[in-house]
């Protein structure tokens, strides 16, 4: 789709010419590239605003796919980073004081987290709890969900093709993986050692695949609201079900919350729902932006680490560097000690109230899924209770609607697997012009 007037401006036309000669489609990693016209080109983000090089504003929802929990260039944060890494330097190859520091504010938030180690990005911090499953129950398999995403390592970049599905049969998708170039025998499901993908809240299909691989199976990921899939949600009681069932087999129960630690609540999903996983991942907004991950929980898991024979490996030259530490540790702070997420709670909620009503006025069916903070919306009667159930509904107008909010000044992934991702910074919009803005967008979108 091509955006008039939002992105295709003059500047950016240029930009994205002279960058085709120096990046694969023009951009620096894939998932930037909308197109020739619609690629955005960002000038400077401040609070809950992005401008672009052509001088746009949007009010983002997108947030750099989720890690801006306070709001770009918070004052708070960035003084602590720039404090620490002008008077005391970014990276020496050694231990900090502030490395337990930051570790500290994690385990009184996430009181699951008992020890824990720190990675640069979700995909390192997924390597990381992964190999130590392994390396804990000397098992080889691994089981995640359809429709989660955890990062871009080979092995976890399988995915259930929903392309020409047939949606109203019984049938399991056929599972392939993201791109060409992947080590193949990685996957598939009924490989002993190869990576399943199961069906969230589905009671059967977990109980058939624990009764044939669990006793093989080192870990089950997923993401307990899944935020690559619209904020859809596992039930409490398919999570206690999965947590039962991991207890039983011996088989690491990792939630990979990077996308939703230190956001739908200061404890992140485990303390929504009650439900504590052997290992954990965060990143995103543990660093307001930064890039900063970890990974950690049982102690007796994470013990398997070390350096010691038989020990588990990890480690990497930017770990715990100092902006990524001073940034968590100002992040974190924040997060604790303030109402930063409450608000981000109330802000999401009045956002979702104002979306309804525009909605309703266009008798559009919808539900919304997900805590506030990342909220998915789903043309659909009923909330989907898995990725299967997502490519029943009308995501086609949904993209419309997107496109056109783009046009209008509102960011957002126009794809309805992405969720609204809200930051503190949000509480200084005017929800009116949203409101109005919105109702021009879907007028449109079911106009066209
Ligand atoms: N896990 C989840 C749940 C994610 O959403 C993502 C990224 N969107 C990752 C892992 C990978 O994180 P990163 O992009 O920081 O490598």
Redesign the pocket.
Known sequence: PIVVGSTGGTKQSKLMAEAHNHMPQGVAENYRYWGDEATVFVSKSKGCVLTDVDGKEFTDFRLG?GPIILGYCDERVDRAVCDEITNRGVISGFSTALDAEVIKQVKRLCPQIEKMRFAN???EA?MGAVRTARGFTGRTKVAIVEGG????QDEVMWKANLEGWNMRSDTTPEVIPFGAGQRPNTAVCCNPTGLTLLSLNNFQMLDEYFHQYGHLTAAVMI?PII??AGSIAATKEWLQHLRDLCTKHGTMLIF?E??CGFRVAKGGAQELYGIYADLTTY?KAMGNGYPV?CFGGRKDVMDVIGSFKGGVVHGGTFTANMIAISAAHATLDILESTDALATCDRVGTDIMAVLGRVFDAHNVQHTFSGPPAMFGIHFAKDVPQNYRDWRKEEYELYGKFAWNLIKYGVMLEPDSREPWFICEAHQTMDLQWLEDVAMRSMTEACAA
């Open positions: 796919y990005s979700g995909t997924v995403f955890h990062g871009l993401e935020g690559n990979d990077v996308k990143a991950a």
